[in-house]
């Protein structure tokens, strides 16, 4: 329908078709309390480690009362869905229409479709009470980029971000330290303290857990240099 109509009108049913995906998402999601968001590679294998490390970290963070919510397609999102919907929990894929078409898995117990990767980034953000990221590409740095990048500007509040496999991370964590930090000064030390890299399932469950638990008692303390929202 939209492509026989000239571009300005187009663009203007374009904006009903945005506001239509983010009802649809607050709608959906608005109800599912705590949650915590995964991200990784697609291509990862279920007989590689860090698949079969996404599906039991998920499996805990839902017996640890959390929802789990991934981008729903194959390779870690399936893993993290997987691990979520066999431990009995809320598992919700937030699907993507792509050129090259993904096939949503078969583990999501709530599945949105969205057309717009930014509709799809605000409800990552928006229910998640933290994010863990595993190894992954292009898709996985954008999202993991994008929380530093808030929490730093304080447009979100500070939640925290957990990267999984220290083999795969510790790299950028030393450029980040030489290059961006003590060599250029791009960013301040506190900056390096609002993502924790750690290698067991248990251990990134504990932090979810813990900013959770603090939140109740009125607040986690934040990175020098750095306020509540």
């Known amino acids: 329908m939209l492509e026989s109509i000239d571009k300005p009108v187009k663009d203007l049913w374009r904006i009903f078709r945005v506001m239509a995906e983010f009802v649809e998402g607050f709608d959906e999601l608005a109800t599912i309390g705590p949650a915590v968001s995964f991200f990784g590679s697609s291509r990862a294998e279920p007989k590689e480690r860090y698949y079969k490390l996404a599906e039991k970290t998920a499996s805990e963070i839902v017996k640890a009362g959390f929802a789990v919510i991934t981008g729903g397609g194959g390779g870690i999102m399936e893993a993290a869905n997987k691990g979520a919907a066999e431990a009995g929990g809320k598992s919700i894929g937030l699907n993507i229409e792509l050129p090259m078409e993904q096939v949503p898995n078969e583990y999501q117990n709530l599945s949105l479709h969205f057309r717009y990767f930014f509709c799809r980034k605000v409800m990552f953000v928006k229910y998640a009470h933290g994010f863990i990221v595993f190894p992954g590409g292009y898709g996985t740095m954008d999202e993991f980029w994008e929380a530093l990048v808030l929490i730093q500007t304080l447009k979100q509040v500070y939640f925290p971000v957990v990267l999984m496999g220290s083999e795969y991370w510790q ?47 009125g607040g986690m303390e934040l990175p020098a240099g750095m306020k509540k929202m």
């Not at 930090?181 to 301040?188: D, F, G, R, T």
């Open 171 to 217: 790299g950028l964590l030393e450029w980040m330290n030489e290059k961006m930090l003590k060599e250029h000064n791009y960013i301040s030390a506190e900056d390096r303290e609002v993502f924790t890299i750690v290698d067991e399932p248990e251990a990134a469950t504990k932090i979810i857990v813990d900013f959770r638990d603090a939140e109740g008692r």
